[in-house]
């Protein structure tokens, strides 16, 4: 099946340290989203994205379209201990709200 | 406010052994989904329903069967479950098929 190339699968993050993530498709996607999924809970959404080159914030978490629609990347800044977790981005091609997921980036604290 | 909710939160089966997964979402949402998820993997589209009385296949249909007689509710059922269907269920449901999907926390299945 379709997949989403994601990276990095995992990273330690040390509180106050910048993350970045990203996503790349061989295919075009007319959105892109991002969801973060806690521990024995369902992914909740984080950022939306709807047109090419956009560029979303929300709180500390940045988010951007790539200008050829095959890719996306996630910005987390001045990380907090709660930011661990895993993150999944998710891209649509059509309108009946098909989501192709990536393997998700596992974010947790450096030891 | 419950938002998607998810019944039963665990299951043991036994193999050949059926069962119905059941979805409730409170935000009078036209579509809904089943996913699958696999330790390591994404979510995986198992069917979808872009409104009462429809139903569609997703990427990985096989074994499942999927009803949608209310709005509210959308059915996974399991005919005869096979250990290769041990995983996490979420269910989502949206307003549109352009609009952000919103998660239940997933009824987790073994199937010994």
């Known amino acids: 099946g379709q997949q989403l190339n994601q990276s990095p699968q995992s990273m330690f993050i040390q509180e106050g340290e910048d993350v970045s993530m990203n996503c790349t498709s061989s295919?075009?996607?007319?959105?892109w989203l991002w969801y973060k999924q806690d521990p024995g809970e369902g992914p909740v959404l984080l950022i939306a994205l709807y047109k090419a080159g956009e560029l979303t914030s929300n709180g500390r978490l940045t988010a951007q379209f790539g200008i050829t629609r095959k890719d996306s990347f996630l910005n987390i800044s001045a990380s907090i201990p709660s930011d661990v977790g895993i993150y999944f981005c998710?891209?649509?091609?059509?309108?009946?709200?098909?989501?192709?997921f990536g393997k998700g980036t596992k974010l947790s604290v450096k030891p | 406010n419950a938002g998607v909710t998810q019944t039963p939160k665990f299951r043991v089966l036994k193999t050949g052994q059926s069962m119905t997964l059941l979805c409730a979402q409170d935000m009078n949402h036209e579509y809904m989904y089943w996913y699958r998820q696999d330790p390591g993997m994404g979510l995986r589209l198992i069917h979808y329903?872009?409104?009462?009385?429809?139903?569609a296949k997703g990427e990985v249909p096989d074994g499942y069967n999927v009803s949608r007689l209310k709005k509210q509710n959308f059915l996974l059922g399991l005919e005869s479950a096979a250990p290769s269907q041990t995983s996490v269920y979420f269910c989502?449901?949206?307003?549109?098929?352009?609009?952000?999907?919103?998660f239940g926390d997933g009824t987790r299945l073994s199937i010994l």
């Open positions: 989502a449901s949206s307003y549109g098929g352009s609009q952000p999907q919103h």
């Open positions: 998710a891209g649509q091609r059509g309108s009946q709200g098909n989501l192709i």
């Open positions: 295919s075009i996607f007319n959105t």
């Open positions: 329903s872009v409104g009462e009385g429809t139903t």
